[in-house]
């Protein structure tokens, strides 16, 4: 077979994408020795990165002139079987695309990009996926978000292919590297690194704002911060942000460093730092892994999220959300939030008198919505309503763990004979993950679970409510109701029983709003349409409903609902609604 590849990325200082596709190429010379390969550069030393066997073609590095005319163009001359690319395929390609998207953040973070930069990234990285026969990407978070961004349809072409660091990336003496960085970037100091462009989503800022604040912290520290990265239309902020941070002499810009330098700068670093907003892998956490794996390392979950969610049917979570969050808010006590967490209460059920630490709650309202959270010993239960869509709505509890020690696992001590378990402190390491995934879901039950004694009942507002407020009847407004002023006694009227099996007339009303008789036709006819007038007002709220073919009225459910609990509403003590909302 024959088979393309756009390798224009090749010697022009593309980072990622560039390490990909040097690395395929190498893979492919490694792995296949009878298919034919033809290679389509830019830079005019990227053929030493591809075997001599590879047939190589040069392409323009404008973008517009590569995609739009050339490479099309070559691909009708060299006819291959298929052609790989990243991202974007030439207009008009000729021969099936297998296309490699790293991530869509273009879609997700459009900030991150100068804006023509994204617009056109849209474009044509839709177009490619609609037409690619196959699609690679190299996680599984990834491929969600292709799926969540082009839809279902694409899914059966996507294939995960993890991806690897660099074979070049191994340990070496850092005595040597420290010494090959100092030579190279002047670098004396022990340094803390970061690798990635100076782009937005990198989160360099966030970064120099970080290490200002530890040097502030702990003056005694001679780190310096090297930030390994080729500028970008962002780098002007990035550099801003260093120059104020009040550290600047302690910061460092790398620029784009060779493979070479990569390698040196790894090994020879205290400390490695990446804190990008997203990724599709983050490939750069991969390849400090690679350097350091002959080194000790702890892993460790610093901090733990287990949510669990209730589904309600569509709308529903919109009365219930604000119920649920008042009773959490109104009835659970600190004895209660321990009790959810595992802990031990006294006797009496109350809080132990040995607890020493803080247990706060707090109602928040956010843009997405409100959520009730209590913390306790540095870990936290909240929930909240996650969210309200046409097919159900989701409502999330959430345990979050960040002081693992406060809880128990069944182990032995730490080298110690692995036979001889008890139950001691939780470590903050994966090896207790699992105990701390159980300790996290026995919470949130015992959360949900007393949310069950909540009375879910219809609360009286939800049904005055909407009657004290204007609504539209074929096509007119209609004023609100005065249930407990000028409308009291209509309400009272309609509700009473002897119209509860045949109805009630505009002339039974006439009877009961007016105690005498009309003096003549005039004030008939004037009652008559006034009557008229607060039957309409009564069926435009949904109270009572017209029978068909007939001029009777019936008082509907809702409305009997509504009219009982204002009648209701005016004939109770004081005492007795205290009593109630105690």
Known sequence: MRFAIDAHAIGRHLTGNEVYVRSLL?????????????????????????AERFQARHVSPNPFVRLGVELAMKLR?????????????????????????????????????????????????????????????????????????????????????????????RPISRKSATAAVQ?????????????????????????????????????????????????????????????QSGVAERIQFAGFVSDEDLLQLYNACDLFVFPSFYEGFGLPVLEAIDVYKRQQYYWSGFQCEWASDIIFRPGALQRL?????????????????????????????????????????????????????HWIQGNSLKCYGKAHTPVGDVFRVETMTSNAHVFRAYRS???????????????????????????????????????????????????????????????RRVRALRPFADDYLLLEAVNRGEFMINGLRNRDLQRLLWSTAPLDPKEKRRRSAAASRKLRLLVAHGLIHKVQKTHRYQVSANGRSAIQAILSIQQTSMAALSRAAA
């Not at 109104?330 to 809080?351: C, E, H, P, T, Y």
């Open 321 to 373: 959300e604000p119920l649920l969050l008042r009773h959490g808010l109104l009835n659970f006590s600190s004895a209660d939030i321990l009790r959810f967490l595992g802990k031990r209460l006294s006797l009496s059920g109350s809080v132990p008198d040995g607890f020493t630490g803080e247990i706060t709650t707090s109602l928040k309202a956010r843009v997405a919505g409100e959520r009730l959270k």
């Open 77 to 169: 001359q060299d006819r291959p079987d298929l052609v790989h690319v990243q991202y974007t395929a030439p207009l008009g390609c000729p021969v099936p695309v297998v296309v490699s998207v790293h991530d869509v953040s273009f879609l997700v973070h459009p900030e991150y990009f100068p804006r023509l930069r994204a617009l056109q990234l849209r474009w044509t990285v839709a177009r490619t996926i609609r037409s690619a026969t196959r699609i690679l990407t190299g996680s599984e978070f990834s491929r969600d978000s292709i799926i969540e961004a082009y839809g279902e349809s694409c899914a059966p072409k996507i294939v995960v292919v993890p991806n690897a660091a660099a074979s070049g990336l």
């Open 26 to 50: 190498r893979s492919f010379a490694a792995l296949d020795h009878e298919s034919d390969f033809v290679t389509y550069f830019s830079a005019d030393d990227a053929r030493q990165w591809t």
């Open 183 to 243: 030579a190279r970037f002047r670098i004396a100091k022990p340094f803390i690194l970061s690798v990635g462009d100076l782009q937005p989503r990198k989160n360099h800022i966030g970064l120099i704002a970080a290490f200002a604040e530890l040097v502030r912290a702990f003056p005694q520290l001679t780190h310096r911060l090297v930030l390994a990265g080729k500028d970008t239309w962002f780098s002007p902020k990035v550099r801003e942000a260093a120059r």
């Open 413 to 475: 001590v730490e080298g110690g004979p692995a036979d001889q378990l008890a139950w001691r402190p939780m470590r903050q390491g994966v090896c207790d993950l699992y105990r701390r995934t159980e300790v996290s879901q026995r919470a949130n039950e015992r959360y949900l679970d007393a949310f069950a004694t909540l009375d879910d009942s219809t609360r009286i507002t939800e049904l005055i409510g909407p009657l004290q407020q204007p609504c539209q009847y074929r096509d």
